[in-house]
């Protein structure tokens, strides 16, 4: 009776931090910042101007400019997917308004694959982002081993949930251990570009040179609070299924 009601604990918490994870990697607030800077352009293609494609047609760099007035910021925020831009009025709080605001006409978004290290616009690689490229590979191999472990280890308790073997509560424990560990340490990486390498530089990146004296604000978003918020429960149930398949094992 202990060891099904353990079970059944360390099941709940194992699918509520694995939910957390894929809410946090498919979602694009984990920064969120917002900025002065007025109008932003940026590229809706990175080839360069100038090459040709398979039927030997000259490619464009195709641009989308928004102009933002004086009296209004230019919100932006970003995840593993997506990076976007748009116009807030200067009293809205910019967590909330990635939340609760209708999707304006003036957002402009681009693929964020390799965030959370600055992706280039323009010319590759790009002489600003050098120093930090090396993480861009960590970050994406760490969020897809973690998201690997986590959906490894539910299979594996699924698939002993009759108490038939503790060999398999052992190891689907074990990777919900690992899966926690992974994401930690993305969030450490994460928390060390936030605080180390200059956010404010990289969030105006191109229009830093329209800005002299730009004020930008740079906050931690939701995206990042749900990952660190199932960490610990990810913890928890990979102890508590380790546990029980010790119990397990202990009881034959």
């Known amino acids: ?47 360069p101007t ?30 593993f997917f997506w990076r976007c831009l748009f116009q807030v009025e200067p009293t809205t709080h910019a967590v909330l308004a990635t939340l609760f605001t209708n999707q304006p006409e ?16 323009g010319p590759v690689p790009h002489p600003s982002y050098d120093a930090t490229a090396v993480f861009r590979g960590f970050w994406t191999v760490l969020i897809i081993l973690g998201l690997v472990s986590a959906l490894t280890g539910v299979f594996l308790l699924v698939c002993g949930v009759p108490f038939f073997s503790h060999q398999l509560y052992k190891v689907g424990g074990a990777f919900l251990i690992a899966s926690a560990c992974l994401f930690l340490f993305m969030l450490l990486l994460y ?29 931690y978003g939701l995206s990042f609070m749900v990952a660190a918020a199932g960490v610990p429960l990810e913890l928890i149930s990979g102890l508590v299924f380790m546990l029980v398949g010790r119990a397990l094992r202990a009881s034959k």
């Open 50 to 79: 100038g090459e040709k494609d398979a039927n030997g047609t000259e490619i464009q760099l195709e641009e989308k400019s928004v102009t933002v007035s004086p009296s209004s910021l230019a919100l932006h925020h970003e995840g």
């Open 1 to 47: 009776m202990r060891v099904g009601a353990a079970a059944l604990a360390g099941g709940i918490f194992g699918a509520v931090g694995t939910l957390c994870f894929f809410v946090a990697f498919g979602t694009d607030y984990w920064l969120v910042a917002s900025d002065n800077c007025g109008q932003y352009t940026w590229p809706m293609q990175t080839t």
């Open 106 to 121: 003036s957002k402009v978004c681009i693929h964020g694959y390799l965030f959370p290290l600055p992706v280039a616009l």
């Open 191 to 219: 928390v060390l570009w936030m605080e180390v390498v200059d956010v404010k530089r990289y969030v105006l990146q191109e229009r830093s040179k329209m800005c002299p004296d730009p004020e930008v604000s740079v906050l």
